[in-house]
C-alpha cells in the first residue's frame, strides 16, 4: 500500500546572506546568489516547527492524529538529547505518538519520507509527519561557506484519502568520504578535492537513481545541487531543463537534508510525478511522488521561500554563534534540566492555559494559576491558547546584561480566545504598535549551559506579508 | 477606634547615593543615629524595644542572608525584637505600618523602623539588569525594571494622549525639588529637552525617566501617643494606612492605565484617616519611572484619570502647586534605596508637617501628608500610609 500525500508545508529563516557580502569579507571579487540564515533565536527545529505547523493547517488536521513525526536534519538541536520529543511537544502531537529522529547526512531528510513512507505502508501507522530541516554551519572562509543555507519542508502522509501518493524508491550507496563533521567539530568540513567528489562519486551515484526514475517521465524534478553547478549536469542527465528545486537554491541556497524536499513539495500544485533525487553521506536515493490534484499547501510555499530580509557578514557571524561578545553573561535563574521545565513543559512548549469553569477566564500558565485571576475560582481545565491576538501595550528593551541582545521588544497580547500573554516580540520593534495582529511562532529563547530552551514569541502578521 | 494612637518622634536618614565607602552595616548605623538625633528632647538608644527592618534584598541578588539579626547587632543593640520585612519596592512602606500596628496593638512600646539596601555593591549588569534573566524563562525573559512599567506608559499615551514632554515634566520637577534637598542622590535641576535627548532605557522611557540605582538608609522611631511627650512637642501622628495586592506577573492586568494595587490602598488609607485626597497637602508618591507618578497622582485621587501628563505640566504637583509631590526630590532625584525608599519618605513627610523642610517647605493648610509606594513584579504591592500633625 503506498503512503499518500495530504498537504505540505514549507519554512524559510528570516535572513539572506549575500555571496557578493561574503566574497567582500575575504577580499574575493564576484560572489553570486545568496544563501538563507537563522536569526539568532531560529534553528533547525524552530524551522522545522514552522513547515510542520504549515502541513498540519494545510492538511486541516488537528496535530493529535498524528501518528508519528519523522524529523530527519543534520543538526538536531543536541547531538544526544531530547531533540524529538521537544519538537512533537512544541507541535502538539499526542504523547503516544511515535516516529523517528534521522541524522548523520544531508540524506536524513529523504531517510525520514521513506520510513513514514514505510510505516504506513506496513500498516504501524495512519497519519504520519514528515519533516526535512536544517540550518547549515559552515567553516569560515571555506568555499561552502556562501552557499550554506537553511529551510525546512513538511509532508503530512495518510494511509487514505490525500491529494497524492509516494511511489517507486531507489537507492545507491558507496563508502566515500565527501563532507563530514567529525564528533569533536562544530562546524561542517567541506568536500576534500572538488573533482574527485564529482567524477568518482556524485554523478556516477545520483546517475544511478536519475535513471530509473526518468522512465516514469517525471513533469518535474527536485535535485541536488551542492556546488552550484552539479544541479544543472544532473538536469541534463535527467533529460530536464531548469528543475523547479533550482529557485529553491537560488532563493536560501542549500539547505541540506530539507533541500530534496524543499525542492519538490512545491511542484504539487499540480497533478503529475515528481522526481525527487537526494543526496548525501555517500548516498543517493531517487523517490517519484504522484500528485492527483493540486496538493493542499504547495501553492503558498514559493511566497514562504520568497520572505526574508538581506543582512552583512557580520550581521550573519553573530546570528550563527561565530561572533561572540567576550565578557560573563548572566545565567538564567531556573536551570533548563530542573523541576519548573518539568511541571512547565506542556505550558511552554505546547503553550497551554487554564480556562475557569466559573468563569470562563483563562489563567497563564496554568502551574503558576491554582486559583483564576478574574474570579478566584478554583477550578481550572487546560486548554491550548490561541496562536493569534492583537497587541494591547507593548516596550522595547534597549537595556540588558548579555547574552540578551538589544533592541528586545516585548508586547502584552489579547489572544483570540481572550487570554492575555506578555511574549518577546520577533524582529527589532520598529513596526509594533497598539492593536497590531501578531502570531505566535515557535523560537529558541535562550542557550543555557549549551541547552537550547524554546518557547513562543509574537509575530507581527504585517510584517510577514511585507506590508510594513 | 480600635487601636491606640502612634506618634513618629524621630526620624533621620543619610545622604543618599552610590556609597561605595559604606557597608549594609555602616549605613544602618548611620540612619540610626540621624533618627536618635532627631528626637527634640533627646533619646537614649537601648529604648528601643522592638525594631523592624525593611530590606529588598540587601546588595541585590547577593547578600540574600540579612535577616532579623542584621541591624541590631550593626546599631549596638543586638538581642532586641527584629523582624526584617520584605514587601518589593513598598518594604519600607510596610515597615512602617507593620510597627505602627507592633505600637497600636500595645505589644511594643518604642519601636524602631529601619530601611537599608545596598544597591551599588554589584555592578548594574549583575545587580538590577540581572533580573532580565530571573523569574519565568519565557513569560518574564528580558524583564528588567522599566518593563514593568514602561506597558503602562504606552498605553496611557494611546488612551489619554499623554505626552513624553508629560512624563518629562515629572522629572524636570522632581530634580528642581531634589536640588533642594541635602540627602538627595541628585542635587541638579534638568530641563525638559535633557530628558527628552537622554538616551532611550526601554521605549517610551529615557534614561531621565528612570530614578538611579542608590545606596541609602532611612530611620523612624515610633511610640504610643501617651508617651509622645517624654520626645517631643511637635509629634506626628500616625493617621491611617492601607496595604493592597494585585496579581504579580503584567499579562496578569486587567489595566495598563492604573496600578489598581494602589487605588485599593489608597481607599483603605483614606477611610481609616476619614480624610480625603482633597485634604492631603503634600505627597511621597512611588516614581520610580516617571509614567509612575503620573499614575500614582491618579490612583491617589489627586487628579481625575487620565488628567495625570497635563496636571504634571502644567506644574499642579510643584513645590507651590495645588498639590505639592515628592518635594524630596523622590525616587528619580533623591533615589531608590528600595527597603530605604519608604521609611525615607516618612521622613519628609515628618520635617513637611513639623514645618522642618527648609527651602522645600509647603504650606500644611489641613495636617495632612501622604506616603506611596507600588512595586513587586507588575506593581502587584502597595501601600499607603498617612501622617498627621493634627492632635
Known amino acids: ?468 | 477606634m480600635s487601636w491606640n494612637r502612634v506618634a513618629v518622634v524621630g526620624a533621620g536618614l543619610i545622604k543618599m547615593g552610590e556609597l561605595f565607602d559604606q557597608s549594609y552595616e555602616q549605613m544602618a548605623a548611620g540612619a540610626f543615629a540621624a533618627a536618635v538625633a532627631s528626637v527634640d528632647k533627646g533619646f537614649e538608644p537601648d529604648l528601643v524595644d522592638a525594631a523592624f527592618v525593611a530590606t529588598q534584598r540587601g546588595t541585590l541578588w547577593g547578600q540574600e542572608g540579612i535577616g532579623g539579626n542584621t541591624v541590631p547587632s550593626a546599631i549596638g543593640l543586638s538581642g532586641i525584637p527584629c523582624t526584617r520585612i520584605e514587601n518589593a519596592c513598598p518594604s519600607g512602606s510596610d515597615a512602617f505600618r507593620v510597627g505602627a500596628m507592633a505600637v497600636a496593638s500595645g505589644v511594643h512600646d518604642v519601636v524602631l523602623v529601619i530601611g537599608v539596601e545596598k544597591m551599588r555593591d554589584k555592578s548594574t549588569e549583575e545587580g538590577l539588569l540581572s533580573r532580565a534573566a530571573a523569574g519565568h524563562p519565557i513569560f518574564t525573559r528580558g524583564e528588567t525594571a522599566p518593563v514593568l512599567f514602561a506597558p503602562f506608559a504606552t498605553r496611557h499615551m494611546a488612551e489619554y494622549g499623554t505626552t513624553r514632554e508629560m512624563l518629562a515634566s515629572v522629572a524636570v520637577k522632581n530634580h528642581y525639588n531634589g536640588a533642594r534637598d541635602p540627602y538627595a542622590h541628585f542635587q541638579n535641576e534638568i530641563t525638559i529637552e535633557q530628558v527628552l535627548a537622554s538616551a532611550p532605557v526601554c521605549h517610551p522611557l529615557h534614561l531621565l525617566d528612570c530614578c538611579p540605582q542608590t545606596d541609602g538608609a532611612a530611620a523612624v522611631l515610633l511610640v504610643p501617643a501617651e508617651r509622645a511627650e517624654e520626645f517631643t512637642d511637635r509629634p506626628v501622628w500616625v493617621a491611617g494606612f492601607g496595604v493592597a495586592t494585585d496579581h504579580p506577573y503584567l499579562h496578569e492586568k486587567s489595566s495598563f492605565t492604573e496600578i489598581k494595587a494602589t487605588r485599593l490602598a489608597a481607599e483603605r488609607a483614606y477611610a481609616m484617616a476619614g480624610v480625603g485626597p482633597s485634604e492631603i497637602d503634600c505627597a511621597e508618591v512611588h516614581d520610580c519611572f516617571t509614567i509612575t507618578e503620573i499614575l500614582d497622582i491618579e490612583d491617589l485621587g489627586f487628579v481625575e484619570k487620565g488628567r495625570g501628563g497635563p496636571a504634571s505640566l502644567e506644574g499642579e504637583t510643584a513645590l507651590d502647586g495645588r498639590i505639592p509631590v515628592n518635594t524630596s526630590g523622590g525616587l528619580l532625584a533623591k533615589g531608590h534605596p528600595i527597603g530605604a525608599t519608604g521609611v525615607a519618605q516618612i521622613t519628609e513627610c515628618w520635617w513637611q508637617l513639623r514645618g522642618d523642610a527648609g527651602e522645600r517647605q509647603i504650606e500644611t493648610r489641613n495636617g495632612f501628608a501622604l506616603q506611596h509606594n507600588a512595586g513587586g513584579r507588575g506593581s502587584g504591592v502597595a501601600v499607603v500610609n498617612i501622617l498627621t500633625n493634627r492632635s
Open chain 1, 1 to 468: 500500500m503506498n503512503a499518500r500525500i495530504v498537504a505540505v508545508g514549507a519554512a524559510a529563516p528570516m535572513f539572506r546572506l549575500p555571496a557578493a557580502a561574503v566574497a567582500e569579507a575575504w577580499g574575493r571579487g564576484g560572489g553570486r546568489g545568496q544563501a538563507a540564515l537563522c536569526a539568532p533565536d531560529e534553528d533547525t527545529l524552530t524551522l522545522a516547527w514552522e513547515a510542520g505547523s504549515r502541513a498540519l493547517e494545510a492538511a486541516g488536521l488537528d496535530a493529535n492524529v498524528v501518528d508519528g513525526l519523522w524529523w530527519g536534519t543534520t543538526r538536531p538541536p543536541f547531538a544526544e538529547g531530547p531533540s524529538h520529543s521537544f519538537l512533537a511537544g512544541a507541535l502538539g502531537l499526542a504523547a503516544e505518538s511515535g516516529g523517528a529522529l534521522l541524522s548523520g547526512s544531508t540524506h536524513s531528510g529523504i531517510d525520514a519520507l521513506a520510513a513514514a513512507a514505510d510505516a504506513i505502508a506496513a500498516g504501524s501507522a495512519r497519519i504520519a509527519l514528515v519533516i526535512a530541516s536544517d540550518a547549515l554551519r559552515p567553516g569560515l572562509g571555506t568555499g561552502a561557506e556562501s552557499r550554506s543555507g537553511a529551510g525546512a519542508a513538511a509532508i503530512v502522509l495518510s494511509a487514505e484519502g490525500g491529494a497524492g501518493s509516494i511511489g517507486a524508491r531507489i537507492t545507491r550507496h558507496h563508502p566515500v568520504v565527501d563532507r563530514y563533521r567529525g564528533d569533536a567539530d562544530t562546524e561542517t568540513r567541506d568536500l576534500y578535492d572538488g573533482r574527485l567528489f564529482r567524477e568518482e562519486i556524485f554523478l556516477p551515484i545520483a546517475t544511478a537513481v536519475i535513471e530509473p526514475l526518468a522512465t516514469l517521465e517525471p513533469r518535474a524534478w527536485s535535485l541536488p545541487d551542492p556546488d552550484g553547478r552539479l544541479g544543472a549536469t544532473l538536469a541534463k542527465r535527467a533529460g530536464s531543463t531548469t528543475p523547479p528545486s533550482a529557485s529553491v537554491y537560488a532563493e536560501l541556497g542549500d539547505t541540506g537534508a530539507a533541500a530534496a524536499l524543499l525542492g519538490a513539495i512545491g511542484s504539487l500544485d499540480a497533478a503529475g510525478t515528481i522526481g525527487i533525487v537526494a543526496y548525501g553521506g555517500g548516498r543517493a536515493t531517487g523517490v517519484a511522488i504522484h500528485a492527483d490534484r493540486p496538493v493542499p499547501g504547495a501553492t503558498s510555499v514559493a511566497r514562504v521561500l520568497s520572505e526574508g530580509s538581506e543582512i552583512t557578514y557580520t550581521a550573519a557571524l553573530r546570528a550563527r554563534g561565530q561572533l561572540v561578545a567576550g565578557g560573563e553573561t548572566i545565567p538564567m535563574g531556573v536551570p533548563p534540566e530542573s523541576a519548573m521545565f518539568v511541571r512547565g513543559a506542556d505550558e511552554m512548549l505546547g503553550l497551554l492555559g487554564g480556562r475557569c469553569v466559573d468563569c470562563g477566564t483563562i489563567s497563564t500558565p496554568p502551574s503558576i494559576h491554582p486559583h483564576c485571576v478574574a474570579c478566584g475560582g478554583p477550578k481550572l481545565e487546560p486548554v491550548a491558547l490561541a496562536r493569534h491576538g492583537l497587541v494591547h501595550t507593548y516596550v522595547v528593551n534597549y537595556t540588558m546584561p548579555a547574552p540578551f541582545v538589544a533592541p528586545l521588544p516585548l508586547a502584552v497580547l489579547d489572544l483570540d480566545d481572550g487570554a492575555r500573554l506578555m511574549l518577546q516580540v520577533v524582529g527589532d520593534g520598529e513596526e509594533l504598535a497598539i492593536g497590531r495582529a501578531m502570531r505566535l511562532v515557535l523560537r529558541r529563547y535562550s542557550y543555557e549551559r549549551g541547552v537550547p530552551v524554546y518557547g513562543f514569541k509574537a509575530k507581527s502578521i504585517a510584517m510577514e506579508e511585507g506590508s510594513v
